[in-house]
């Protein structure tokens, strides 16, 4: 829409089979954000477009016409410093910043979009003489219409629909992002193998080093280069196919005496490809890490501010058995003297899985359970799966029923599957999948939910959704008054409004400790910060030092949870042993001391958008060595942590990048040698943990039995010079538990400056200013 010479969006129709048009839309969002949205200009019926996930529809900004020509249109963004490029035939954006081509779109002609159809049966002809061919034809579209998988058929009702497009990331050879995967944080090149799978499924026990989408998924993909981080949103959340091609291209010397030479340039092809809904593209320019981060929160939103005593220890398994066993391990945490916030319950806690429930046997008086927990400065967390037993008795189903809020099968009927509530019996022996009655054990594809919307439109939303109303559930219980903890291992991208994200059913192996660092770093660009893996590894027993090493590493990570399956032994944190139960034990105590700069660098999160567990690229994006480092990470911008993932291992090989940076062990306040790779001796006692020169790090100088009890104790700061001689750091605290830090001057926010051997303590403007 033009006025004024100046551009609104762009609006393109391009031709495809049966002449049907399509709209594209190019539009600027606010930071250096565009936008690419195609769509049919006028479908049979309305595509699914993903709702909910964005926190409001981005306002555009004005693209101005620099060029005009047949077939072509050269645009300038606001601040002038994006040109783009559109050409109509083939169709093709470019996008150039400082003269570089930075990304563009359609490069290798791979955009597709299925255009919606009447079924079969309407299209064909009854004529005599065609009606061979007709039927011929009629039983090939019949083939596009439904798919069989085992004994399972899909019947899409509205036919194929899938959406597809290439881009080109110019420069490039480092690409991260779309969880979730067991995989490396440098994502592989897929032209010789499997494409990356975004399809959330309940995979037990899901194979390390493997491209399979499991229980979340964020279609977010980073790109990074010394000078430029950029990233492509693809916001569509049916299953979806990403390809990656990374290759050199010889590009013309810049040099004119050596116009003849080629030099050899990074180039980084990635295709998505969806089942259905439409394009709907958003491509974040960055040009930094951290301008990208807030690019994606600016379209998602932030980390939600956790609770204070969510950022203690958990202890979980499943399942404690009544209250009894519930009282006995928390008097082991006391006896023991070891430090936790929250013991849980599984499934089991429910009368025969009738969620939202008590087994009045085993749990007779539960109110009096949390009040004893509550006395002692604990909670309690409860878990719940996303189905309801069929009962009707049971209060919640009959309601549901009454009210048609169940999900429908194609033929009308309230879909049922198999699981925990119900029929067990025919899986006497089988894995635990959410979902037994599927293709995939999960929910089919042609399942109907509300408006009339299949299910493989909104497949990926359905954890999405769950979290998303336990929190707003809970913050109503409470009349606005209580931040809600919610934890889901089913996600989308915006689940980080909504409380945390575990990685699932790992196992006790130490490979799955060596793995989960790269997949919660991953998690953490793409928006969720309150991330874990289950300490000990969900799945079978770990020996002593796996265990050990595995709680070393969680206590440095942000969510930190004890967790085991049902078949394994019990694995409180006093059953190895004495001197396994004192390694342990210094390992949570120094989680807790830790607190304070953990909750600062959540609060970060809430407010800034910067990701608490952070590859080390990121905050050393110009030191190529950094690019594919997946076994240490940051912790904010001051930790550096490095867990032990061998077994028996009596040293380790540490990155410690930044010539010019100076490094200190954070226990022992020792300056390290020059920067590099060190070896470093380690011991069973613990695992490095570096600070950086020139940070501040809040800490408290002892722990306590929960956090509630460490109100009183007193805080230290670790102040690491830098070669200045300097040092800054932050620290912020609120009440820990309500929304009244959204008001002013209902929290503290002051910022440490170490200076000519002078330490000062000031309130940031700049915070309160962005908190008003």
């Not at 990926?460 to 109503?476: C, D, K, S």
Request: with cysteine.
């Amino acid at each position: 829409l033009y006025k004024d010479g100046i551009i609104y969006f762009l609006g393109i129709y391009l031709f495809v089979c049966s002449q049907i048009l399509l709209q594209v839309e190019i539009s600027e969002i606010q930071g250096n954000i565009f936008r690419l949205k195609i769509d049919e200009a006028s479908p049979l019926r309305a595509r699914y477009k993903v709702p909910d996930v964005l926190i409001k529809e981005p306002t555009t900004q004005r693209l101005f016409v620099s060029q005009k020509e047949s077939g072509i249109l050269a645009l300038s963004s606001v601040n002038e410093d994006y040109k783009l490029k559109v050409t109509a035939n083939p169709f093709q954006v470019v996008i150039q910043s400082k003269g570089e081509t930075v990304l563009s779109m359609n490069s290798n002609g791979l955009l597709y979009f299925e255009h919606l159809q009447p079924p079969p049966g309407d299209r064909y002809t009854e004529n005599e003489e065609a009606a061979s061919d007709s039927s011929k034809r009629k039983q090939e579209d019949l083939g596009l219409w439904q798919e069989k998988f085992g004994t399972f058929l899909d019947i899409k009702a509205h036919g194929p629909s899938s959406v597809g497009m290439d881009f080109s990331l110019h420069g490039f050879d480092h690409v991260y992002g779309i969880p979730q995967h067991t995989e490396t944080l440098l994502l592989k090149n897929t032209s010789d193998g499997d494409a990356y799978r975004l399809y959330n499924l309940d995979i037990f026990g899901h194979k390390i080093h493997d491209k399979i989408g499991i229980y979340g998924s964020v279609p977010l993909l980073l790109a990074h280069k010394p000078n430029r981080t950029s990233g492509i949103f693809w916001l569509n959340s049916s299953e979806t196919l990403v390809d990656i091609n990374t290759k050199a291209v010889h590009m013309p010397s810049g040099s004119a005496a050596e116009t003849a030479k080629q030099r050899a340039v990074p180039l980084t092809d990635v295709r998505w490809m969806s089942e259905s809904g439409i394009i709907d593209v958003f491509l974040l320019m960055g040009p930094t890490a951290f301008d990208l981060f807030k690019q994606f929160a600016q379209l998602t939103g932030t980390q939600a501010l956790p609770p204070l005593f969510s950022l203690g220890y958990h202890q979980c398994r499943w399942n404690y058995e009544d209250e009894q066993d519930v009282k006995a391990v928390d008097a082991g945490f006391d006896e023991h003297d070891i430090p936790y916030d929250v013991i849980w319950l599984d499934i089991e806690h429910t009368d025969d899985k009738r969620y939202f429930t008590w087994d009045k046997k085993k749990f007779q008086n539960p109110r009096k359970m949390q009040e004893h927990l509550r006395k002692k400065k604990r909670k309690l967390v409860v878990i719940v799966d996303p189905h309801i037993k069929v009962d009707p008795m049971y209060t919640l189903y009959s309601e549901a029923k009454d009210k048609g809020y169940f999900v429908k099968d194609r033929n009308g009927q309230d879909f049922e599957g198999i699981c925990w509530p119900a029929i067990p019996l025919l899986y006497p022996n089988c894995t635990p999948p959410s979902v037994f009655k599927g293709a995939e054990l999960t929910m089919q594809k042609d399942a109907v939910h509300y408006n009339n919307w299949e299910h493989r439109e909104v497949h990926n939303l359905y954890g999405f959704y769950q979290q998303m109303a336990t929190a707003e559930g809970l913050i109503r219980r409470s009349s606005g008054k209580e931040r809600p903890f919610v934890l889901t291992r089913s996600f989308f991208a915006g689940s980080q409004k909504y409380g945390a994200v575990w990685t699932g059913d790992n196992t006790a192996e130490w490979g799955y400790l060596k793995i989960s660092i790269p997949m919660l770093l991953t998690i953490s660009m793409t928006g969720i910060s309150f991330c874990g893996a289950d300490v000990g590894g969900f799945i079978g027993d770990p020996e002593p030092e796996l265990l050990v090493r595995w709680y070393q590493a969680g206590a440095y990570q942000p969510f930190f949870r004890g967790h085991s399956n049902m078949e394994s032994k019990r694995r409180e944190p006093w059953l190895f042993g004495k001197r396994n139960t004192q390694i342990i034990r210094e390992a949570i105590r120094e989680r807790y001391v830790l607190l304070p700069y953990l909750y600062t660098l959540f609060y970060r999160a809430h407010t800034a958008a910067e990701p608490v567990m952070r590859p080390l690229w990121v905050e050393f994006p110009e030191k190529i060595e950094t690019f594919d480092v997946e076994n240490e990470y940051m912790l904010g911008n001051a930790l550096l942590v490095h867990p032990v993932t061998e077994k028996e291992a009596k040293a380790v090989s540490v990155l410690l990048p930044g010539s010019e940076e100076i490094w200190y062990d954070f226990r022992k306040f020792k300056r390290m040698e020059d920067p590099g790779i060190l070896k470093i001796p380690v011991t069973l006692e613990n695992i490095p943990v570096f600070q950086r020169g020139g940070t501040v790090i809040p800490l408290k100088t002892a722990a306590g039995k929960s956090t509630e009890w460490m109100i009183d104790i007193s805080y230290e700061l670790h102040v690491a010079l830098d070669t200045e001689a300097c040092a800054i750091g932050e620290l912020y605290l609120d009440d820990g538990h309500s929304f009244q830090y959204l008001h002013k001057k209902q929290f503290l926010y002051r910022k440490f400056t170490f200076h000519k051997n002078i330490l000062t303590s000031s309130v940031d403007a700049d915070w309160e200013i962005c908190i008003s």
